[in-house]
Each structure stands twice: as structure tokens, then as C-alpha cells.
């Protein structure tokens, strides 16, 4: 079992920055991925961002490429998410998630440990 708390959302201005974290603990997490999605009111969660714990490497979805990145603190089991520039259709609650595997998975059906979100609201 993985236990996953998220935290750093917020209220922020069109063009401002946060930083989520996601605290892991329960497993190790070498082999795993790590992954964040987000669900707006009356939409589907979406794929974020995720990454590799071993090696680091990641993907992203095309609509925060080059704004937000993930990166990993193998000291602390951390996860977290730099969302820079941001718009007023990144407010959604963001969730971290985790899954035993060493495919970088978009899909919310193939990750198995999920946090319990933090709501990021971005103003125009």
C-alpha cells in the first residue's frame, strides 16, 4: 500500500506560479511511476504530468508542456509539480498518483494509489 497526501494548491493571478507536493510513504518507491492528473468541475480527471522514480524520465500532456514540470526528491519520497504561467483552465483539483510499473501511463485506470487532491484556482 501507498499513501499519498498532496499539498500547495491555492488561489493564484492568470500568469502565476505554485508548486504541488506529494508526500509518498508506504513502499519503496524505486520502482515505481509517479503521476499527476487533474479534474475540472464537470469534466474528466486528465493526465498531467508524470515521471520515472528510477532515472527520472518523464512525460507530459501537450497542454502544460513547457510550463509545469515534475521532478522527484528521492531523499524525502516526494513528488512534486511546478506549474508556471498559469491559466485560468489549469484551476482544477490536482491529485497525485502511483503505480508499480516502468511505463509512463496516462491513463487514470492504470495508476492504483491515489491521493485526495488540492485545489488550484487560477483567476483571469
Known amino acids: 500500500q501507498v499513501q499519498l497526501v498532496e499539498s500547495g494548491g491555492g488561489l493564484v493571478q492568470a500568469g502565476g506560479s505554485l508548486r504541488l507536493s506529494c508526500a509518498a510513504s508506504?513502499?519503496?518507491?524505486?520502482?515505481?511511476?509517479m503521476a499527476w492528473f487533474r479534474q475540472a468541475p464537470g469534466k474528466d480527471r486528465e493526465f498531467v504530468a508524470a515521471?520515472?522514480?528510477?532515472?527520472?524520465?518523464?512525460h507530459y500532456s501537450d497542454s502544460v508542456k513547457g510550463r509545469f514540470t515534475i521532478s522527484r526528491d528521492n531523499a524525502n519520497n516526494t513528488v512534486t509539480l511546478q506549474m508556471n504561467s498559469l491559466k485560468p483552465e489549469d484551476t482544477a483539483i490536482y491529485y497525485c498518483?502511483?503505480?508499480?510499473?516502468?511505463?509512463?501511463?496516462?491513463?487514470?485506470?492504470?495508476?492504483?494509489?491515489w491521493g485526495q487532491g488540492t485545489q488550484v484556482t487560477v483567476s483571469s
Open positions: 508506504g513502499r519503496t518507491l524505486s520502482t515505481y511511476v
Open positions: 515521471i520515472k522514480w528510477s532515472g527520472g524520465a518523464t
Open positions: 498518483a502511483a503505480e508499480p510499473s516502468v511505463v509512463l501511463r496516462t491513463t487514470t485506470w492504470a495508476y492504483e494509489f
